[in-house]
């Protein structure tokens, strides 16, 4: 049985229009994956499949060896964790209130149980955000929301964890510092795969790259091999000088617009 995620000819459209086109990918082991491409590719669309979002696929999304239509809700969200981009919370949860939340699969009472408190102590330690536990979470800064967001997903002790560009409106600082706790997580068991608009981050910190364009797989590699100046000027639009940093991993220093020259 596959540990993972596979996807078999997946298609997706909407109102006549092909968001994707015959996807295959599989994902079978702890690591972090970036998942790239311009706007309107499909990145979104592709993880809201593998989340159980759009049941309305074609093709075969599988999460170990079971089709993600016939999974149990509470079961499949006890393995797998979404989250989202702009989350947002209206009401004055604390801190610890929203990472609580991650342990909804577990529940089967009206009070929470000792390994639910053991669960959320865990995910705010290994996302640093015990400290700030009874903070109203609406009060806090861009970084500190998407590591509450994070630790809430953590919470659910999840074998994979998928992430929509959990990075969007963030400065570098609490940018990097996202990636970083990315690839510790994988690390430490956790299949992760993540959306990014930033190849730079993706090159510094995945294991895995995979670039879709126009609803297909363009490139399926580790950052160093799918990375190229070519690759970034036909996919993205934009001329580029690929360079490497002295860990051999790819950076990318980017020139004009590729239609401009």
Not at 13 to 38: H, K, T
Not at 91 to 108: A, H
Not at 172 to 180: A, F, T
């Amino acid at each position: 049985m596959s540990i993972g995620f596979e996807l078999d000819g997946v298609g997706m459209s909407y109102n006549g229009s092909v968001v994707l086109d015959g996807v295959s990918l599989r994902f079978d082991r702890p690591e972090l994956v970036a998942i790239a491409g311009p706007n309107g590719a499909g990145k979104s669309t592709m993880l809201n499949v593998m989340a159980g979002l759009r049941p309305s696929h074609t093709g075969h999304c599988l999460y170990r060896g079971r089709e993600i239509r016939k999974w149990n809700r509470r079961h499949f969200a006890r393995s797998v964790s979404m989250v989202p981009q702009g989350l947002t919370l209206m009401f004055p949860f604390t801190v610890e209130q929203v990472v609580l939340q991650g342990r909804t699969p577990y529940g089967d009472g009206l009070f929470e149980s000792p390994r639910d408190f053991e669960a959320v102590e865990q995910a705010m330690e290994i996302t640093e955000s015990a400290g700030f536990r009874q903070r109203d979470f609406r009060s806090l800064s861009g970084g500190e929301r998407q590591r509450v967001i994070i630790a809430s997903a953590i919470a659910q002790e999840p074998e994979s964890l998928l992430l929509d560009e959990p990075t969007t409106f963030l400065d570098i600082r609490h940018q990097v510092s996202i990636y970083r706790l990315l690839a510790d997580l994988s690390r430490r068991g956790i299949l992760v795969i993540t959306i990014t608009h930033d190849l730079n981050l993706a090159a510094a910190f995945a294991d895995r790259l995979i670039v879709i364009e126009s609803g297909r797989i363009r490139a399926d590699a580790t950052p160093g091999e799918v990375l190229s100046e070519q690759m970034v000027r036909e996919v993205f639009g934009v001329s580029s000088q690929v360079y490497r940093t002295a860990g051999g991993r790819p950076w990318i220093v980017y020139g004009d617009s590729a239609s401009d020259r």
